[in-house]
C-alpha cells in the first residue's frame, strides 16, 4: 500500500494511515463528510454572529469561536462540558484569546451544540 511508503514530518499511527488509504478507495464517503461540514458552517455561523460572538472563518472542519469580552472562554468550556459537549479553548495566543474551536459535526450535531452554546451565553448575558 502506497500510504504506508510515505514520510511524514510527524509521526502517524497505524489506524491514520488504514483510514487514509480507506479514504483514497471511496471518495464519497469523505466528500460526503466535507459538505455536511460546509451546509452546517454556512448555516450556523451567521447564528453564531448573531449571539454576539466573532466567528473566525476557516476552510478547515473547525471554527473559532470569539466570545464577547463580558464572557469568559473558561466559564463557557466549564459549562459547556457539564452538558456533555467538550470543545477546546482557553488559548494564549492573542489572536485567540477568549474564544473556543469548535469541531464542525453534521446539522443535526451542530443544532445541539447551538443550543447549548446559546443557553450558556444568554445565561453567562443576564449574569452580568
Excluded: W
Excluded at 514520510?7 to 487514509?20: K, M, S
Excluded at 479553548?89 to 446539522?107: E, F, K, M, Q, W
Amino acid at each position: 500500500n502506497t500510504m504506508f511508503k510515505v514520510g511524514t514530518a510527524y509521526p502517524v499511527n497505524n489506524l491514520a494511515l488504514r483510514i487514509g488509504s480507506h479514504m483514497t478507495r471511496y471518495p464519497d464517503e469523505y466528500l460526503s463528510y466535507i459538505e455536511q461540514v460546509h451546509r452546517s458552517k454556512e448555516l450556523y455561523i451567521p447564528k453564531l454572529n448573531k449571539l454576539g460572538c466573532n466567528v473566525i472563518f476557516s476552510y478547515t472542519n473547525f471554527i473559532n469561536i470569539q466570545l464577547p469580552h463580558s464572557i469568559s472562554a473558561h466559564g463557557v468550556l466549564n459549562k459547556l462540558k457539564e452538558k456533555k459537549t467538550l470543545v477546546r479553548g482557553s488559548y494564549n495566543h492573542p489572536a485567540l484569546i477568549n474564544s473556543i474551536r469548535v469541531t464542525v459535526p453534521d446539522i443535526c450535531r451542530m443544532e445541539l451544540f447551538y443550543n447549548r452554546f446559546k443557553e450558556i451565553i444568554h445565561e453567562s448575558s443576564a449574569n452580568i
